[in-house]
């Protein structure tokens, strides 16, 4: 008798012992789901979150080629007499010299043509006999073309490097380094022809 109560006791604790595994799988198997749907809806909000972002920088984009245009539109063209593939315009608290890039610089290059710095002295003592004080940003832009040959890595290292000799030589006619700023659209900002599109432009804040 008491041999078969110690074999009925021993029964019940295994049964208890595999009720009790049987329940921390069953635990287990959930927490695993649950792990696994809180990494799917983490994926999914980080893609939300990524489409996102891209939308924001995209109208960004776009809300700074709406600005230029109406700068654009805005601006209005005075006389100037500094030759061809030169456009002075008023617009806002700036004057804007727009310079064809041709009239600069041969395709692809950063080195100014010797005919393009007699242009650019006439520049320089016009705008430092009308504003001696004013600061200027020189801001290079390109067409849309990719580069092929020219050793840049892209067309807004290519518009940079353009603004910036026109730069270092307004800095040679008696310019305030301080005064001179620099910035390069690239191809983000085309005109009407590739040919007008390439340029650098002399903003001469004139407001301050």
Known sequence: MHGRLMLIGVLAAASSMAGCDTGNKTNQQALLEENRELRDNLASTQQNLDDAEARSRQLEYELGEARSLAEENAAQPVATAFGPGVEVF???????VRIDGDVLFDSGRTSL?????????????EVRRSFPN?????TGFTDTDPIKKSGFKSNYHLGFERAYAVGRFLDAQGFDDAAISYATFGPDVPLGSKSKSRRVEVSVITDE
């Open 134 to 138: 004013a600061k200027v940003r020189i």
């Open 90 to 96: 008023q617009t806002g608290g700036e004057m804007i």
């Open 113 to 125: 043509k010797n005919a393009a710095k007699s242009t650019l002295k006439n520049i320089a003592n």
